[in-house]
């Protein structure tokens, strides 16, 4: 049997890598520009859940599948595995195989003040639900999230349960932190979630286990922009994920190539692994002109998140999503207004010297809490800087120096403004770099653009 099935491999191998290199290197390159793009989110995210979740020797690492870690900290420089870190709300995270049997996520009641989220993100990336204050409140209850073969009905004492369209899952959690002296407090928050399999939580005898994964080596972000070998991730991780109703003709178009759960990929000839290479370049091509669109407003980053239903398989944005910011928020969750750009639309760099005024009725409206990160290019990571601040955000209220008129402004450069001014800062590296507000739990103005941000505003 085992002969047969390494035969039945090795001819479907053969067979997929004829039908590529009968292709015409146009039509080639055309499929692995589609494919790159549908399959970037997917490889990235491959890179960092490995990292957390298998590579035991990474210092990113945080725990086994299915065991929940938290994070009483918040992130600073030295946490590089994710572009685009949220500095305000301490982490905890899961990383789930629901392949045996789905997991129970129990989260403990808390203050209503205190803004939680718990965003459920599935494999290709999309944002499919959330457990939290916006979505499900601050009274605790426990949660079902099932892959796609369970077909069970809802457990009791589950509030509900959310189907995943992938056998891997990623459980983001966020609680917020008030301050520093609020960080016990954030920890008894996070002793109060809890991660178990659904027989556990039942108290009944647990499943088989699913079989073990031989976890493939991912590519680094260098590797994945131009080595066709990004192809065999994208077709390992797709094993795990049944395929859409909605993107049945789009396989059978990628296994031209090559891609599809399980196949191998082989650019096999000089001329194929040209056209894939191509291909690739042609991808992010793409990306920089939506990236332009981008800068200019046209496309924000609230149309880069969230369900399957809401980005319309627009697979471009879901890459660009992953490209700026992988594991965004739904934008009824939280909004990311950016600056690339100041009022003049030249870009950003800490050569000069910047101002952000909010009028007295104009700050963020939000039911949580709003906050403005710096990210230095081209890593889109956090600044080092003196004062180990990183974000300027509404908990810091208090500590602002207010204008004449009730006002805000903020300095946005990177050298101290004066002592006078310095509650206001916002180190910026020497060089260029990018800026992202966070609204948490937006209000319909934000949601509807009645408030608009304000301007970034060079100082001359």
Not at 224 to 240: A, C, D, G, H, K
Not at 340 to 347: G, L, M, R, S
Not at 376 to 398: A, I, Q
């Amino acid at each position: 049997m085992k002969l047969f099935t390494l035969a039945a491999g090795f001819l479907a191998a053969a067979l997929a890598t004829s039908q590529a290199q009968a292709l015409e290197p146009t039509e080639a390159r055309a499929i692995a520009k589609e494919a790159y793009i549908y399959g970037f989110p997917m490889v990235d995210n491959y890179r960092i859940q490995h990292a957390y979740f298998v590579d035991t020797n990474n210092p990113e690492y945080k725990a086994a599948w299915n065991q929940l870690i938290n994070i009483a900290r918040v992130y600073t420089p030295a946490d590089t595995a994710v572009q685009t870190p949220n500095s305000d709300t301490p982490y905890s995270f899961v990383g789930m195989d629901l392949r045996a049997e789905p997991i129970v996520l129990t989260v403990p009641p808390m203050e209503k003040e205190r803004y939680f989220s718990i965003q459920l993100i599935d494999a290709y990336t999309f944002t499919f639900d959330y457990i939290g204050s916006r979505a499900t409140g601050n009274d605790g209850g426990s949660f079902v999230i099932a892959g796609p073969g369970w077909k069970g009905e809802t457990p009791q004492g589950v509030e509900k349960v959310i189907r995943s369209e992938t056998e891997f899952v990623f459980a983001g959690y966020r609680t917020q932190l008030f301050g520093p002296a609020d960080l016990d407090n954030v920890k008894k928050v996070q002793a109060g979630y809890k991660a178990e399999p659904l027989s556990a939580f039942l108290g009944q005898p647990a499943p088989a286990p699913a079989p073990a994964v031989d976890f493939i080596k991912p590519l680094t972000p260098a590797e994945q922009r131009t080595s066709p070998e990004f192809f065999n991730v994208l077709n390992f991780i797709l094993q795990f994920c049944p395929t859409h109703p909605s993107e049945t003709e789009l396989m059978a178009r990628f296994a031209k190539i090559g891609v599809g759960g399980g196949k191998t990929f082989d650019a096999s000839t000089p001329e194929l692994k040209s056209a894939i290479e191509a291909g690739m370049a042609d991808a992010w091509a793409e990306y920089a002109k939506l990236k332009t669109r981008i800068d200019e407003g046209e496309v924000t980053a609230d149309d880069l998140f969230g369900t399957r239903e809401f980005l319309k398989n627009n697979y471009l944005y879901r890459m660009a999503g992953a490209v700026m910011g992988i594991y965004g928020n739904a934008k009824e969750e939280a909004m990311y207004p950016v600056y690339t750009v100041d009022a003049q639309d030249e870009k950003l760099d800490g050569a000069n010297k910047y101002t952000v005024h909010f009028a007295a009725d104009q700050l963020p409206p939000v039911h949580s809490f709003w906050s403005l990160t710096m990210y230095e290019l081209p890593s889109s990571l956090l600044v080092d800087n003196p004062l180990d601040r990183y974000l300027l955000n509404s908990p810091m209220l208090p500590d602002f120096v207010k204008d004449a008129d009730g006002g805000l402004t903020f300095y946005v450069q990177n050298e101290s403004p004066g002592k006078d001014k310095e509650a206001n800062w916002l180190p910026a590296p020497k060089g260029p770099f990018w800026m992202s507000m966070r609204l948490y739990w937006p209000k319909k103005e934000a949601l509807d653009g009645t408030w608009k941000q304000p301007p970034v505003t060079r100082v001359q």
